[in-house]
């Protein structure tokens, strides 16, 4: 009678955007970010390149991320906005 609501489609929406995200900044292949990847031994990310994605998430999104959020991977990013973003 009601159909089912999936939860899932919005979740894939905010990681594919928040990758390519990241991957813009670098100009890496969005395909190519893998979760667990470390944003400074892999990806080579400075203190700048985090503090652009951050802003660029935050404006994206509709969010405010406080400074003593530690982002180390990929992952950390695409969790942080899926529990913020409204």
Do not use: C, W
């Amino acid at each position: 009678m009601f159909a089912a609501i999936s939860t899932t489609a919005p979740t894939k929406s905010i990681e594919q955007q928040v990758l390519r995200i990241i991957s813009k900044r670098k100009a890496i292949k969005a395909v190519r970010l893998r979760r667990t990847a470390s944003l400074s031994r892999d990806l080579r990310f400075d203190t700048v390149d985090l503090v652009d994605i951050i802003l660029e998430l935050e404006r994206n999104f509709h969010i405010t991320v406080p400074d003593e959020v530690p982002f180390n991977t990929v992952g950390d990013f695409v969790r942080y906005v899926t529990a913020h973003a409204a």
